[in-house]
């Protein structure tokens, strides 16, 4: 194996560990709100974590000099996944109040890959293999036996709804994302990204209620989202979606809902009845099953990846 392709295969490989990593993370935004001050609307807790975490994401990119270098930046991308990234923290964080952590992370995150897939194959012409939509489809039955069988989303119809839409706007920001990082650096693209969908929710700001942020219970939970759930987090996932293709991205994602799971169960107290564990067991066994074919699949998507570069125009 040459030189050259000892580096690419070490470079994805580090992709999926940074992905990985991530959603790690993510999976303890869930737990973060049921922690929260009592009283605090969803809608507060996505805005307040988009401005700490935008704000933290700015400084960073500033003092790594992510910005010194980069061309033009392509108005219509930047605002896509501004305004997919502002949805998602809408969506997911109503899904998760009515849903409860473990049941609503695992349904938002579990149709982002169905989704991904699709979107990176209509936008970037990226293709995925036979593993990795077995993998996702085991995924998909373990998210629909959590949502015919769980506590909460059997009865609230709405908050499987927000559940759903969170999964398609996760998508949407990553194929549009990924676009921004075939350009500029990943500090960069984040931290403009989420500066502007911080200034989207930014009204919300104004009219709720901010003086549970004065309780350390609060700060803590403010700065958790803001700082590691936000700023820590997205810059990884970032550095991994710049080497991995966005179907691959979305399905090693699922690292969230079994976070959220064990959080909301050892943490919150939640239960997971027979179908819902069920409902785990096919997630782990796609996320698996993924994961052992990996190597190859990165492989052939760094060879390929000077071909399916989608350049944003520029408005």
């Not at 995150?109 to 991904?116: E, H, K, L, R, W």
């Not at 936000?230 to 810059?235: D, F, Q």
């Not at 909301?264 to 939640?270: A, F, K, R, S, T």
Request: proline share 3%.
């Amino acid at each position: 194996m040459t030189e050259n392709a000892l580096s690419q295969q070490n470079i994805g490989r580090g992709g999926i560990w940074y992905v990985l990593a991530a959603a790690v993370l993510w999976g303890t935004t869930g737990t973060s709100q049921g922690l929260a001050p009592v009283g605090i609307e969803s809608t507060t807790i996505g805005a307040v974590r988009l401005a700490v975490g935008g704000l933290a994401l700015l400084i960073l990119a500033i003092l790594r000099g992510s910005f010194k270098g980069s061309g033009s930046w392509p108005i219509l991308g930047m605002l896509a996944s501004a305004i997919f990234v502002a949805g998602y923290q809408l969506c997911f964080f109503a899904g998760v109040a009515r849903t409860g952590v473990a049941a609503g992370t695992m349904v938002a995150i579990g149709t982002a890959p169905v989704a991904a897939g699709v979107f990176g194959y209509l936008v970037r012409r990226e293709h995925v293999g036979p593993r990795w939509m077995v993998a996702t489809l085991l995924s998909v039955t373990g998210c629909a036996l959590l949502a015919v069988s769980g506590r909460g989303l059997q009865s609230n119809t709405i908050g499987i709804v927000l559940a759903l839409g969170a999964g398609l706007s996760y998508a949407a920001y990553t194929v549009s994302i990924k676009g921004l990082l075939d350009q500029h650096a990943p500090d960069a693209v984040m931290a403009v990204v989420f500066c502007l969908a911080a200034l989207l929710l930014s009204p919300l700001l104004f009219t709720s209620y901010l003086g549970w942020l004065a309780e350390p219970r609060g700060m803590a939970v403010a700065l958790h989202l803001g700082v590691l759930a936000t700023a820590v987090s997205y810059g990884l996932f970032a550095r991994g979606l710049k080497n991995i293709s966005v179907g691959t991205a979305a399905t090693l994602s699922l690292a969230e809902p079994f976070t959220a799971a064990i959080l909301g169960v050892v943490i919150l107290g939640e239960r997971l009845g027979l179908s819902q564990v069920s409902g785990v067991v096919l997630l782990f066994s796609g996320l698996v099953l993924l994961a052992l074919g990996e190597n190859k699949a990165t492989k052939m998507y760094l060879a390929d990846r000077e071909n399916i570069t989608v350049k944003l125009p520029n408005f």
